[in-house]
């Protein structure tokens, strides 16, 4: 009955456009006094509570010498003892393996992360996969699988960079065994309750393969091939192993929807679920009564369909203790009695409880941030608006508590992907931004991921052309509800949403009085050509969806922001990994080159030790802090706005 992950979202009402103009004729409670900027990005006090397979332990992450390391105590309290000590990198995933645990890093970003197991006492931990240029995952953990006591199952690209080989790893030993003897060069593996590798998927470029055999015994041949346009994933085998669940959009269908599929006749032959507004996400499952629990999408907040009465009556039971906050049961012990809670809001990152079913006794474990007070947190709403050719995007909107909706400076701040999208709950940054009083507007511009695949499509070869544009309707909608100050709008975005903010200040530089870019793309060619190796069989689809360099080149030239720097007026502050593998240091280092040899103001932050995203504590200090001083400087406290906007800055 557990959840896959652990949840970040919660239900709530929508706030339509009408709604949000009403908003603008009322104020909200006092202003909140200002909250140190570390407050909000230092490591969290102790998050990812997981409880061991036989209920005698829970083990959580908490920082040690500013890194996050698994801790472990026994049920119901007591000394709890350091499992991990890493100050390389935060350790990451972890999962218990009977009495040990398992888990991962990489070094200073460069996500080739290496597979690690340790002893509850913390005396034997081992590096169980090589730690240099090859990356690793588990691909199943073999729970409660006879003979499987001590192994679990995971991939490695260490034969040949863009494909993942399945092996055994005996993660008290370290022995490692190849399962699959990988001529065939497949790139993904699924594996059923059995432990055993069943289906195995190939690409070549831009229709995905899928292979099947029905016992280890025998080959794989090959089953269905669709097109990365379809959506067909296997979600799990039904528990007899004879047939699957999936997520799929085939048939017509523009959302997915979770369905058992029959192996035999190669069709759906039961509908689980579906929504006519979202696609589906994931289906849970009771391991131990062996029935489907819930399945779960993401519309505007979280959504949920209990798919059995038990797993109800208990959300149910529990539902009085967390009124106001979203909640989850994500973890259990293999009796099913002993269980982890999480909940939390928009507001709220999330506090953690134990939970005993034979008792009904719930017990409070920990708060993620409890320097962070909720009631002085801002409300994150779901918007919608729509774009100059009539489509719906949805979005959130941060008003910063205790301020009026009114000609407030603002944060536009578009996502990465781009094919993913925002959702609501606890995010740190807005948070962050709104207590310095700024609203933050987030969109899931055409080309995010759980709108249908008519939505999704609708972003294929339009980087800088209407996905930019939907970003820039949801800026002037701001502005004529009256929410943004026109002059005090800026732009801050990571990844892709990096790319969206350069985009910003080249196609649209008179919308916005300063820019932020994270790790951002600036160059379609370059950005083609230094992808991992990992994601080189997919490059067919890449040049479908973005474009390609030989067909396409005029019109990627035309959607480089690099190539259009003689359009920027306003500062920017860029902040780059050394060792990013997917956003190359090249594609920020030619943008501030063009940038100061035109004499725009241009801040440009590079951290040696970090890739696609800073991770480590005292370099998300730094970033923050400037960002923080950028902002004020530019559209905040210390904004004094010009009397007439030059065409070009002078650097500093």
Known sequence: MARSFTPLLALSLCLSAASTQAQTKATFATVPKPIEMKEFFKNPEKVSFRISPDGQYISYRAPWRNRMNIFVQKVGGGTATQVTADTIRDVGGYFWKGDRLVYSRDINGDENFIVFSASIDGKDVKALTPQKDVRAGVLDDLHNIAGMEQSVMVQMNQRNPQVFDPYLLNVVTGEVKSLYDNQENYESWITDHAGVIRMATRTDGVNQVYYYRASDKEPFTEYMTTSFKDSWGPQMFTFDNKNLIVNHNLGGRDKTAIVEWDLAAKKEIRLIHEDSDYDMGSVDHSRKRKVLTMATWTGAKSERKFLDKETEALYAKMAPNFEGYEFWIYGEDDTETKMLVWAGNDRNPGKYYYYDATTGKLEHLATACPWLPEAQMAEMRPITYTSRDGLTIHGYLTIPKGREAKDLPVVVNPHGGPWARDEWGFNSEVQ????????????????????????????????????????????NWLIKEGVADPKRVAIYGGSYGGYATLAGITYTPDLYACAVDYVGVSNLFTFMNTIPPYWEPFKKMMYEMVGDPKTDSLAMRESSPV?????????????????????????????????????????????????HGFHNEENRFDFYGAMEGFFDKYIGNGYKPAVKKAAALPTE
């Not at 720097?565 to 956003?583: E, H, S, W, Y």
Request: glycine share 10%; net charge positive; charged share 25%.
């Open 432 to 475: 962050f931004l709104a207590n310095r009083g700024y609203a933050v507007l987030q969109m899931n511009f055409r080309g995010s991921t759980g709108y249908g695949r008519a939505f999704w499509e609708k972003s294929f070869k339009q980087w800088g052309l209407t996905m930019q544009n939907d970003i820039t309707d949801g800026v």
């Open 563 to 611: 190539f259009y720097m003689d359009n920027v007026k306003c500062p920017l502050f860029i902040a780059q990994g050394a060792t990013d593998p997917r956003v190359n240091k090249d594609e920020s280092d030619h943008v501030v080159a063009a940038l100061k040899k035109r004499g725009i103001k241009v801040e440009y932050m590079v951290k040696d030790n970090e890739g």
